[in-house]
Structure formats: structure tokens, C-alpha cells
Nanobody, 119 residues
């Protein structure tokens, strides 16, 4: 079992930056791929970024590529999402998720943190 707690959301003006954090419980954090997703009310949750358990591979949604960076600190059991050049379209609730390294689906999810970007 992995428990995930996100933090760092808030209100920011367009063009600004935020860094989201996701703290994970457990001692096997380094064996999980970690991802960020986001959801707007009335819409499906969408993929934002994923970082492999080894840290050697990252993938981003086209909509955030070049603006967002996912990273991890295994010593702190934490994954981050640095968000720069924020746009009003980035407004959403952001969720952290964990996937065991040989699995296809994310089995563990946090409660989410709200990001609101004003124009």
C-alpha cells in the first residue's frame, strides 16, 4: 500500500509558477513510477506527466511540454511537479499517482490539490 498526499496548489496569475509536491508513505517508493494527472469538473481526468521508477524516463502531455517538469527525491519519498508559464487552461485539481514498476495502471492516488490560474 502507498499513501499519497499532495501539496503546493493555490491561486497564481497567468505566467506565474507553482511547485506541487506529493509525499508518499512506505519504504518502496523508489520502485514506483510516479505520475501527475489533472481534472476539471465535468471532464475526464487527464494525464500530465510521468517519471519512471529509475528516474530515467519522463513523459509529458503535449499541453504542458516545455513548461512543466516532473522530478523525484527518493530520499524524501517525494515527487514534484514544477509548473512554469502557467495558463488559465492549467486550472484544475492535480492528482499524484503511483504505479508499481511492472504494472500498466496507476493503483494509488492522492486526494488532489487545486491549482487556479487567473488571467
Amino acid at each position: 500500500q502507498v499513501q499519497l498526499v499532495e501539496s503546493g496548489g493555490g491561486l497564481v496569475q497567468a505566467g506565474g509558477s507553482l511547485r506541487l509536491s506529493c509525499a508518499a508513505s512506505g519504504h518502496t517508493f523508489s520502485s514506483y513510477d510516479m505520475g501527475w494527472f489533472r481534472q476539471v469538473p465535468g471532464k475526464e481526468r487527464e494525464f500530465v506527466a510521468v517519471l519512471s521508477w529509475s528516474g530515467g524516463a519522463t513523459y509529458y502531455a503535449d499541453s504542458v511540454k516545455g513548461r512543466f517538469t516532473i522530478s523525484r527525491d527518493n530520499a524524501r519519498n517525494t515527487v514534484y511537479l514544477q509548473m512554469n508559464s502557467l495558463k488559465p487552461d492549467d486550472t484544475a485539481k492535480y492528482y499524484c499517482a503511483a504505479r508499481w514498476r511492472d504494472k500498466a495502471t496507476f493503483a494509488y492516488w492522492g486526494q488532489g490539490t487545486q491549482v487556479t490560474v487567473s488571467s
